[in-house]
């Protein structure tokens, strides 16, 4: 967005939905617990459990904690997202290991909070780049690749899952998330992976797509909480699945 205000508050709220704990972002609130730490979960829940891998790429990083998870296991790790924003605040935060930030309490009030990334995790391992999902540039082929929440948020998602079987090394992981929540404002209806009066669901069109280079291995349902304020929470939940490239 142009205006740096609005900039500053959006990095604030995706970092705290990134990185801060349960019991900040909910207090006493009887607010689902298993649905806090999507970014972290989005990892843990979908990677495979083989050993450590040499590389894995994160498209839609947003501000960085799937990426720093995906360094647990892999020696490299590329985060990509189409924010400058958000890729500033990833530098920020691996740079320093925290970075101070402001989310709404309510009303006009602001509190602040500090996104940490946990200090056993190597964060020299991982790299931030801004990038179009639907344009990367040639960046090789990965042990992982990770979209979260991004191909519902994309003008053309077939762009980028055309894109997968050179990002994606033979006997690799693809691991994505989404809710289907298709939108215009996003993807233009006749973009829409399914989901249409007249079509299959987006499951069984993106099965479609993938099929051709990738076995399904497994799916899960990812809740996830947005906190918009300290009452007020966004409930969802991403529909993950992982692939293994032929």
């Given at each position: 967005?142009?205006?740096p ?24 609130l ?23 891998m ?8 947003a ?16 985060g ?41 995790i ?38 980028f ?58 799916t899960?349902?990812?809740?996830f909480?947005?906190r ?9 939940i ?7 490239r032929?």
């Amino acid at each position: 967005m142009s205006n740096p205000y609005e900039t500053r508050r959006l990095v604030g709220e995706y970092l705290f939905f990134h990185y801060a704990g349960f019991e900040e972002a909910a207090g006493n609130l009887p607010v689902p617990r298993d649905a806090w730490g999507f970014a972290e979960r989005a990892v843990t829940e979908l990677l495979s459990d083989a050993g450590e891998m040499k590389s894995a790429l994160d498209v839609g990083c947003a501000v960085g904690r799937s990426s720093f998870e995906l360094a647990r296991r892999a020696k490299r790790v590329v985060g990509v997202d189409y924010s400058r924003a958000f890729v500033d605040a990833c530098k920020t935060i691996q740079s320093a290991g925290e970075m101070s930030g402001e989310v709404l309490a309510e009303g006009e009030r602001m509190e602040e909070f500090l996104a940490r990334v946990p200090t056993e995790i190597d964060r020299g391992r991982v790299e931030f780049h801004v990038g179009d999902a639907m344009d990367l540039p040639d960046l090789g082929a990965f042990d992982v690749v990770l979209a979260a929440n991004l191909i519902c948020r994309l003008p053309d998602p077939r762009k980028f899952l055309a894109r997968l079987p050179t990002l994606v090394k033979p006997g690799g992981q693809l691991l994505l998330a989404t809710p289907f929540s298709w939108l215009q404002e996003f993807t233009p209806r006749d973009h829409w992976l399914g989901g249409r009066r007249d079509s299959p669901s987006s499951f069984e069109v993106l099965s479609k797509i993938l099929k051709p280079d990738f076995d399904l291995e497994t799916t899960t349902n990812l809740p996830f909480l947005i906190r918009e304020h300290s009452r007020k929470f966004q409930y969802g939940i991403s529909f993950g699945s992982r692939w293994r490239r032929r």
